[in-house]
């Protein structure tokens, strides 16, 4: 039996400061991959942040806030070299919109000589998105090698395409996400994302695209309309919820992250899927990444209740 965690999330928190309707900030906590842990603690997992953060007060705000939240945090690392990185999200008519503080930040100094080789090969999984290898090359070199011990180990490996032509280009991101997605088992991408990194346009065939790749599970993310989930023998169109939303920050990561939660505890990826929709719709009815995040309970009330 594995003694480590269900899901081992490796990338870059970040602080957040989003605006509000009537223009101020609020604070509060972001970044793909810490968010996914915070959403699958939330539905109940066994969940470890793999990071390291600044040796400041945004840091140790990271750290009370995973504590509060139940995630393990013995593979967190505060460095005195280096901050813990920040971004604010805009509104506009088009969706949100991110702008980074984050270069030469803590988590983005990260080396695979920083790698903690017993909790690799004691978790179940393993998640990582573009965002974890987009920060700086010696992070998308960690990302590789913590997947390569994960998988020598007999665990699995998720991996998000989280595309942010903010931090690389689309050619260098496209070459490393198809490398990492080659190397994982469940495949997250994201409609848009897909979209540029194969130039594909339909679901069908995107799916196909990671199937190609090795992945044993693709989750497509469809937004509002929910997710295209296949496996190779198998494949499923299960249909988003509707509700107000009013920031759609931390959504694709509610869903990795109750996906993720979904599988840790034995559902097939079609049941784990129709969970993680309805917990991504949830979260999407309040400002900020993770505050909104739904709690399994509110989860299973939403799923009970008709459209
Ligand atoms: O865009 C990023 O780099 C982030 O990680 C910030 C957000 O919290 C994240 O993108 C939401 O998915």
Same mark, same amino acid.
């Given at each position: 039996?594995?003694?480590?965690?269900?899901?081992?999330?490796?990338?870059?928190?970040?602080?957040?400061?989003?605006?509000?309707?009537?223009?101020?900030?609020?604070?509060?906590?972001?970044? #793909?991959?810490?968010?996914?842990?915070?959403?699958?603690?939330?539905?109940?997992?066994?969940?470890?942040?793999?990071?390291?953060?600044?040796? #400041?007060?945004?840091?140790?705000?990271?750290?009370?806030?995973?504590?509060?939240?139940? =995630? /393990?945090?013995?593979? =967190?690392?505060?460095?005195?070299?280096?901050?813990?990185?920040?971004?604010?999200?805009?509104?506009?008519?088009?969706?949100?919109?991110?702008?980074?503080?984050?270069?030469?930040?803590?988590?983005?100094?990260?080396?695979?000589?920083?790698?903690?080789? #017993?909790?690799?090969?004691?978790?179940?999984?393993?998640?990582?998105?573009? $965002?974890?290898?987009?920060?700086?090359?010696?992070?998308?070199?960690?990302?590789?090698?913590?997947?390569?011990?994960?998988?020598?180990?007999?665990?699995?490996?998720?991996?998000?395409?989280?595309?942010?032509?903010?931090?690389?280009?689309?050619?260098?991101?496209? &070459?490393?996400?198809?490398?990492?997605?080659?190397?994982? /088992?469940?495949?997250?991408?994201? @409609?848009?994302?897909?979209?540029?990194?194969?130039?594909?346009?339909?679901?069908?065939? $995107? *799916?196909?695209?990671?199937?190609?790749?090795?992945?044993?599970?693709?989750?497509?993310?469809?937004?509002?309309?929910?997710?295209?989930?296949?496996?190779?023998?198998?494949?499923?169109?299960?249909?988003?919820?509707?509700?107000?939303?009013?920031? *759609?920050?931390?959504?694709?990561?509610?869903?990795?992250?109750?996906?993720?939660?979904? $599988? +840790?505890?034995? /559902? /097939?990826?079609?049941?784990?899927?129709?969970?993680?929709?309805? +917990?991504?719709?949830?979260?999407?009815?309040?400002?900020?990444?993770?505050?909104? @995040?739904?709690?399994?309970?509110?989860?299973? =009330?939403?799923?009970?209740? &008709?459209?």
């Amino acid at each position: 039996m594995r003694m480590g965690v269900d899901i081992l999330c490796l990338g870059e928190p970040m602080m957040e400061f989003n605006q509000q309707p009537d223009g101020s900030y609020r604070a509060g906590h972001g970044g #793909d991959t810490a968010n996914c842990a915070v959403a699958a603690a939330r539905q109940g997992a066994r969940v470890g942040m793999l990071t390291h953060l600044g040796k #400041d007060s945004f840091g140790d705000s990271f750290l009370r806030l995973w504590e509060a939240e139940g =995630v /393990d945090t013995s593979t =967190v690392r505060q460095v005195a070299e280096a901050h813990t990185g920040i971004y604010f999200v805009t509104h506009g008519p088009a969706g949100h919109e991110f702008s980074y503080l984050r270069a030469g930040s803590a988590a983005s100094r990260m080396g695979p000589a920083d790698l903690p080789q #017993d909790a690799l090969t004691a978790t179940k999984i393993l998640h990582v998105s573009g $965002i974890s290898q987009a920060i700086s090359t010696s992070a998308a070199d960690a990302v590789f090698a913590a997947m390569a011990a994960v998988k020598a180990a007999g665990g699995m490996v998720s991996y998000d395409s989280n595309l942010r032509l903010k931090l690389w280009p689309l050619t260098r991101a496209r &070459a490393v996400i198809h490398a990492g997605m080659a190397e994982c /088992d469940i495949a997250l991408p994201g @409609m848009d994302d897909a979209e540029q990194l194969t130039g594909l346009s339909d679901p069908d065939a $995107i *799916a196909d695209f990671y199937l190609g790749l090795g992945a044993k599970i693709v989750a497509l993310t469809l937004g509002a309309q929910g997710s295209l989930v296949a496996t190779p023998e198998r494949r499923e169109r299960v249909a988003g919820r509707k509700v107000k939303a009013v920031d *759609a920050t931390g959504a694709g990561d509610t869903y990795d992250g109750a996906f993720l939660a979904r $599988i +840790a505890a034995g /559902d /097939d990826p079609f049941a784990a899927a129709r969970y993680a929709n309805a +917990a991504a719709a949830l979260a999407t009815q309040n400002y900020g990444a993770i505050e909104p @995040m739904p709690r399994r309970e509110a989860v299973e =009330v939403f799923l009970a209740s &008709a459209d």
